[in-house]
């Protein structure tokens, strides 16, 4: 195994498996946190560890203190919010630590952006085998929520890639885990949103590419119907699928929307003249430099801009880079703005194949009917349940929908899309969820008691904990 060239490999500030070290003065402030639909938040002391040194006396320096760490802050709700206590900033703990191209994998600490660890990769003919819908992601934020991407219909989670990771708990000391060593810490860990240590570092298998070029082929539907049986027909022609659906339309046209299919090009099969385009960048692109003001996501401009973007959706092939296929909303920076100051939630209900088509109706009837407009709904596939105890996708199908704050409306419209999802045996993505409650959750997740019992083990002291974690009970009480 041998470190890539531009890799700072850590030296006296790494913690090998097994080692616990003392406490040492750890500077803290406090600051106003959200997540990014700048829904709610909380104010908590931070620390922003340098080194995995000090990210372990972060652990030791205030054992009354309960723990959360934030990587860049993409979940959407409060999962890395800490109200009750401290939260960690790790995105400076973000070196790539080791290339192996024989065996196919990259080690990286679990600060490490996406963005960071492919515009790394893919220069060198790699990609990541799963990724979300962002890449400004920290690896050991990916890995806490278990990410999905377009592709888990065949690939699955994260979680499925990791060969081990290293993770710090509460006492000091660190663990290696994987699916064969330390493996309930593994199965607690992938999907536990943080609360069963900080994840240090993590080793991931790679796809080989050639080029950065996706073959893309997109397929207009005129309704819901149409979509979802486009969806199921066509999800084995391509690694990679997603539909974008109208959340507004209504009537006939209720649910109508676009498919968008993709596959890695090969280099003998780019297109004659057309360009390999280089490595993606590790920023976004311009930032929105303000909050817009109401009108600009209400539901007259959203309803222009849907039905312009279903107009322009015709069916035929095109070629994408990976940025504009993977990741369309990064091209600008900050664009949670759009949604003003009231912010907004993304609603991710994940629905059996069986009742996705009722299911999907009626929650986009509910979006439809209060007028909460979105401009992003997207339908995916799903493929095998994750490992993780916690972990959100199994077989069927994910509507995600952004949902601006609407007010005294927003949390009643809340509790009547759960009511929807429960009822047709769905759950909810933790990663996205902003107000749900503790029994509903409860309901859609059969394996929350084995979670409690394993993050017990784990954190016997009460040291891990999250605004979300108490709202929804996801710990056994001490």
């Given at each position: 195994m041998t470190a890539p060239d531009d890799a700072r490999v850590p030296r006296d500030g790494t913690l090998p498996p097994g080692v616990a070290v003392s406490a040492s003065p750890l500077r803290s402030a406090k600051v106003s946190?959200?997540?990014?639909?700048?829904?709610?938040?909380?104010?908590?002391?931070?620390?922003?560890?340098?080194?995995?040194?000090?990210?372990?006396?972060?652990?030791?320096?205030?054992?009354?203190?309960?723990?959360?760490?934030?990587?860049?802050?993409?979940?959407?709700?409060?999962?890395?919010?800490?109200?009750?206590?401290?939260?960690?900033?790790?995105?400076?703990?973000?070196?790539?630590?080791?290339?192996?191209?024989?065996?196919?994998?990259?080690?990286?600490?679990?600060?490490?952006?996406?963005?960071?660890?492919?515009?790394?990769?893919?220069?060198?003919?790699?990609?990541?085998?799963?990724?979300?819908?962002?890449?400004?992601?920290?690896?050991?934020?990916?890995?806490?929520?278990d990410v999905h991407g377009k592709n888990h219909h065949v690939d699955g989670t994260i979680g499925r890639h990791v060969e081990e990771l290293t993770l710090l708990v509460s006492s000091g000391e660190t663990l290696r885990c994987s699916p064969r060593e330390n493996a309930e810490a593994f199965d607690a860990t992938i999907g536990g949103m943080g609360l069963t240590g900080f994840i240090l570092s993590a080793r991931l298998r790679l796809l080989p590419v050639e080029t950065p070029l996706v073959r893309v082929v997109k397929r207009r539907a005129k309704d819901l119907d149409e979509l979802l049986s486009r969806l199921y027909e066509e999800e084995r022609l391509s690694r990679y699928s997603v539909a974008w659906v109208d959340g507004l339309a209504r009537g006939r046209s209720l649910g109508r929307g676009i498919l968008m299919r993709g596959d890695h090009v090969p280099l003998a099969e780019v297109p004659r003249g057309r360009t390999s385009p280089g490595g993606l960048p590790e920023s976004a692109g311009p930032s929105v430099p303000f909050d817009a003001p109401s009108f600009v996501l209400g539901p007259l401009s959203v309803?222009?801009?849907?039905?312009?973007?279903?107009?322009?959706?015709?069916?035929?092939?095109?070629?994408?880079?990976?940025?504009?296929?993977?990741?369309?909303?990064?091209?600008?920076?900050?664009?949670?703005?759009?949604?003003?100051?009231?912010?907004?939630?993304?609603?991710?209900?994940?629905?059996?194949?069986?009742?996705?088509?009722?299911?999907?109706?009626?929650?986009?009837?509910?979006?439809?009917?209060?007028?909460?407009?979105?401009?992003?709904?997207?339908?995916?596939?799903?493929?095998?349940?994750?490992?993780?105890?916690?972990?959100?996708?199994?077989?069927?199908?994910?509507?995600?929908?952004?949902?601006?704050?609407?007010?005294?409306?927003?949390?009643?419209?809340?509790?009547?899309?759960?009511?929807?999802?429960?009822?047709?045996?769905?759950?909810?993505?933790?990663?996205?969820?902003?107000?749900?409650?503790?029994?509903?959750f409860a309901a859609m997740y059969p394996r929350l008691a084995e979670f409690r019992a394993a993050q017990g083990r784990l954190d016997p002291q009460g040291r891990f904990s999250?605004?979300?974690?108490?709202?929804?009970?996801?710990?056994?009480?001490r």
């Open positions: 946190l959200s997540g990014w639909g700048r829904f709610g938040g909380d104010r908590s002391v931070a620390y922003r560890p340098e080194s995995w040194r000090a990210l372990s006396d972060a652990v030791a320096s205030a054992p009354e203190q309960t723990l959360i760490a934030r990587g860049l802050g993409r979940s959407y709700g409060d999962s890395a919010l800490n109200g009750d206590g401290a939260v960690v900033l790790t995105e400076r703990l973000g070196r790539i630590l080791d290339l192996d191209e024989e065996g196919l994998t990259v080690t990286c600490e679990g600060g490490t952006s996406l963005a960071r660890l492919l515009s790394f990769l893919v220069p060198r003919g790699y990609f990541l085998p799963v990724v979300p819908g962002t890449r400004f992601v920290t690896v050991g934020g990916a890995l806490a929520a309803a222009a801009f849907n039905a312009v973007f279903y107009a322009a959706g015709r069916d035929g092939t095109t070629y994408a880079g990976f940025p504009g296929f993977f990741f369309p909303l990064d091209a600008v920076g900050a664009w949670n703005r759009l949604y003003g100051r009231r912010g907004f939630i993304q609603y991710q209900a994940l629905l059996p194949r069986e009742a996705a088509a009722e299911a999907c109706r009626r929650l986009l009837e509910e979006i439809s009917r209060e007028r909460a407009a979105s401009f992003l709904a997207v339908l995916k596939t799903t493929g095998p349940e994750g490992r993780g105890l916690l972990s959100f996708p199994r077989p069927g199908v994910t509507l995600g929908l952004d949902v601006p704050n609407v007010g005294e409306r927003l949390r009643p419209l809340a509790r009547r899309l759960d009511a929807i999802v429960l009822e047709a045996g769905g759950r909810l993505y933790l990663a996205k969820d902003s107000l749900t409650d503790a029994a509903t999250s605004t979300q974690a108490r709202r929804l009970a996801l710990l056994e009480r």
